[in-house]
């Protein structure tokens, strides 16, 4: 019966080192599939551009990658809890025979490929029998094989970890990656071949779609859905992508609704939202890839508004830099105070232009040609703590000073400001600086 177990055990322990094998080379080829994708997807993008389709491909396969290293880590962890038993049985077998080892004494010990160190100082003690030797020794083998194993594999693993990082969050949504999508490809002839194959398949989708955008409710028509083709809903629901449903069955998009009617208006009739609703919606629009509502929004207020604005703004040399100086400088004095605000001094000043004591000009109103030698003469830095200027647009200084208030707005930042004066720095001759300053109060809360 003895010598029968054994065989037994031996044939198992054949089969496990086989199972082991091929767990490794399958493994293996899944990973050179999973990057051959990869790679094949990133020339398509570099050649093509984002299509819905490849954003939708590339969420699938970020999603198989995620769960090849989920099943990965899981036949890890197994490896090494088989380990664990391994060395606790050595454990115990050791402590029969009288003799004790710590943890670290035990790992030093595994460490070594010689199994004869465990029995080295036990192999006369007549406490210890050959049966226990030898399966110090069997399990001894057995952690080697593990370690080997864990070994080769760790490589594979950390390659296929660090591709799944390299895709941002691990997330099986369908509109990953989309809210980079703001580009409308036009059709073309071939695209009306591709939606009469397309729509083949999507004939397994009912004509009423119920839907569950992040918790709200919608109720369309397919139809609707892929009205404009080259959109994220049309290749979602173009019958080529798995969606799932929430518990009553309802296509469910992750994604927060407040604003999905908007985009279902459109789909059905063209209808562009209420002002109040146009940045929002514009997102939306940027999300799901909707080229036509993009192209209208982009002519309607307050985005027209916006582009001139940010036109004025491009002209001026180093505004974004200087928001931020701000914020850094008023944070900075509001904890060093302790206070709930800081105030800072800021100059802005669209032209460069000296003002004699007998010259009292509105601010603007004139420009000096002078050399630029000249024009040397006149430079300095006024003592305030940021400046902005010159420019060249018909915005003027109070334009500007609404922009910086807005921006710190945008950020969360109350912010007033008013004029305490001019500069009166004296630069050569008769003229002196004159440029406007403006106190700006920061309140934190």
């Not at 139809?223 to 019958?239: H, I, K, P, Q, V």
């Not at 800081?342 to 603007?364: D, G, H, Q, S, W």
Request: glycine share 4%.
């Amino acid at each position: 019966m003895a010598l029968l177990g054994e065989t037994e055990e031996t044939q198992t322990k054949a089969e496990l080192e086989q199972l082991m094998t091929d767990i490794k080379k399958f493994a293996n080829k899944v990973r050179s599939k999973l990057k051959g994708i990869d790679q094949s997807m990133e020339h398509e993008e570099a050649l093509n551009g984002s299509s819905a389709d490849l954003r939708i491909r590339k969420t699938q396969h970020s999603t198989l990658s995620r769960k090849f290293v989920e099943v990965m880590s899981a036949y890890n962890a197994t490896q090494s809890d088989y380990r664990e038993r391994c060395k606790g049985r050595i454990q115990r077998q050791l402590e029969i025979s009288g003799r004790n080892t710590t943890n670290e004494e035990l790992e030093s010990m595994l460490e070594s490929d010689n199994p004869a160190i465990f029995t080295s100082g036990i192999i006369m003690d007549s406490n210890i029998t050959q049966q226990a030797m030898n399966e110090i020794e069997t399990r001894h083998t057995e952690i080697i094989k593990l370690e080997n194993s864990i070994r080769e594999l760790h490589d594979m693993f950390m390659d296929m970890a660090m591709l799944v990082e390299s895709q941002g969050e691990m997330i099986d949504r369908i509109e990953y990656n989309v809210e980079h999508s703001v580009d409308y490809v036009e059709r073309a002839v071939s695209d009306t071949k591709k939606a009469v194959k397309y729509q083949s398949k999507a004939r397994r989708f009912p004509e009423v779609i119920s839907l569950n955008v992040g918790g709200t409710y919608f109720t369309t028509r397919l139809s609707t859905l892929r009205r404009y083709e080259d959109t994220m809903l049309a290749a979602m629901f173009s019958g080529r992508h798995h969606i799932p449903r929430d518990a009553e069955g309802r296509f469910f998009i992750d994604r927060d609704g407040a604003y999905f009617g908007d985009i279902l208006n459109f789909l059905r009739e063209g209808e562009l939202p209420q002002r109040d609703r146009v940045r929002a919606v514009h997102r939306e629009a940027q999300y799901y890839a909707i080229g036509p509502l993009l192209d209208s929004l982009e002519d309607t207020q307050p985005l027209t508004g916006e582009k001139v604005r940010q036109a004025f703004l491009d002209l001026l040399p180093y505004y974004k830099d200087n928001l931020e100086r701000i914020v850094e400088i008023a944070k900075l004095r509001a904890m060093q105070r302790k206070a709930r605000f800081a105030k800072l001094k800021i100059c802005v000043y669209k032209e460069e232009m000296p003002i004699t004591p007998y010259e009292r000009p509105l601010f603007n109103s004139l420009r000096f040609e002078r050399t630029e030698s000249e024009a040397k003469l006149f430079e300095h830095h006024c003592e305030v703590d940021v400046s902005f200027g010159p420019w060249e647009a018909v915005a003027d200084v109070y334009d500007l000073l609404h922009c910086i208030v807005s921006d710190l707005a945008e950020r969360g930042i109350t912010a007033d400001q008013q004029c305490i004066g001019v500069c009166d720095k004296h630069l050569i001759n008769h003229y002196y600086c004159k440029r406007p300053i403006y106190e700006f109060k920061i309140t934190w809360w």
